[in-house]
């Protein structure tokens, strides 16, 4: 069976298609960083007007690629939500409208639950059940995945994400947009230990996240005095080690409770190397198994939307009506 995806929750258009059998065949991805890094963030109505102009070409770059007319398209799965109300009816119209003129199903996916699947690209993959940490733009949170559609929250952020704390940091040291990976660059040059910053929730008896405190430490050192470059890096630095240590606590921590010795992290957060790193070690440390999708595949893309389309087809069959759900919470799906 042959299954397109297609995303467009945000500011990243994405389409591909793979096989039920054979895997992924084609995937591309078009990123809108470059348009909005002038408003210093994304503006939804120029976000949606892009994935209007960007959503056929790719759709046709992606079958030229994968050598497969689009008469045998099988399916069609597209983001149903959540993300930008706007951005997401023009994947959902593309996509039912492709599905009508082919006369086949169509399945919407939750975004997240996308991310969540996405370690399933890599080889190896992991096996069910699984505790996942998903750190993906405004979530972070911690699930017991125990097949398609079988998600059981663990813990989750009370206030700001993981992702959008990066963010919000990044734009109190001058640094440009997208924040997060700028960043992660800066810290790379930076020393830990020298300014003290909080782990919030650390020691907590929960599993839950907690980064706004994290981010007006930041704050309050920044304005305590003029920071130079050096003092920028120091302080990223100390930031990135400060969220990696909460995240990689409260992982191991999940882990232990769910008793599952195999943990999958996915989401943007998911691609940064001091993260993988120390998760890595202190998991190996353990008897931890540890998955991570492939770099390309921890952003927003189609691959992972065309993915979980497929194997949700498979394990529930498509859902046809036509629906965009900008708020969606993950445990709310249908069990198969």
């Known amino acids: 069976m042959y299954v397109l995806g297609i995303e467009s929750s945000c500011d990243e258009t994405g389409v591909a298609l793979v096989h039920s059998a054979r895997g992924l065949l084609a995937h591309a991805l078009h990123s809108q960083v470059d348009m909005h890094a002038a408003y210093g963030g994304v503006v939804p109505e120029l976000a949606s007007r892009d994935h209007i102009r960007r959503l056929l070409p790719l759709t046709r770059q992606v079958l030229g690629e994968a050598g497969i007319a689009v008469d045998r398209v099988d399916a ?15 994947g959902a119209g593309a996509a039912h409208g492709l599905a009508y ?106 599993l839950d996240f907690s980064f706004s405190g994290l981010k007006t430490a930041v704050a309050t050192v920044a304005r305590a005095r003029t920071l130079e470059e050096s003092d920028r ?25 769910a008793g599952v010795p195999r943990l999958v992290v996915a989401g943007g957060v998911g691609a940064n190397r001091n993260l993988r790193a120390r998760l890595s070690a202190a998991a190996s440390a353990r008897g931890i198994e540890v998955f991570y999708p492939p770099l390309e595949f921890c952003t927003d893309n189609g691959a992972m939307i065309a993915f979980a389309g497929a194997m949700r087809v498979a394990a529930l069959g498509p859902a046809g009506a036509f629906s965009v759900k900008p708020r969606w919470e993950l445990a709310s799906l249908e069990m198969p």
Do not use: C, N, W
């Open 76 to 90: 069609v799965a597209y983001t149903e939500g959540p993300g930008l109300a706007g951005a997401l009816l023009v």
């Open 233 to 257: 890096a120091d302080l990223a630095a100390e930031f990135q080690a400060a969220v990696v240590d909460v995240l990689v606590a409260k992982a191991l921590g999940a882990v232990d409770r």
């Open 101 to 206: 003129a082919l006369g086949v199903p169509v399945v919407g996916v939750h975004h997240l639950e996308g991310h969540l699947l996405s370690p399933l690209l890599a080889d190896p993959a992991p096996a069910f059940p699984f505790v996942a940490l998903l750190v993906s733009g405004g979530h972070t949170q911690l699930m017991r995945v125990g097949g398609v559609g079988d998600y059981e929250l663990l813990g989750e952020t009370v206030d700001d994400a993981a992702g959008e704390a990066f963010d919000k940091t990044a734009k109190l040291l001058g640094l440009g947009y997208p924040g997060g990976p700028a960043l992660a660059r800066l810290a790379d040059s930076g020393t830990t230990g020298r300014f003290k910053l909080p782990r919030p929730m650390i020691a907590s008896d929960d």
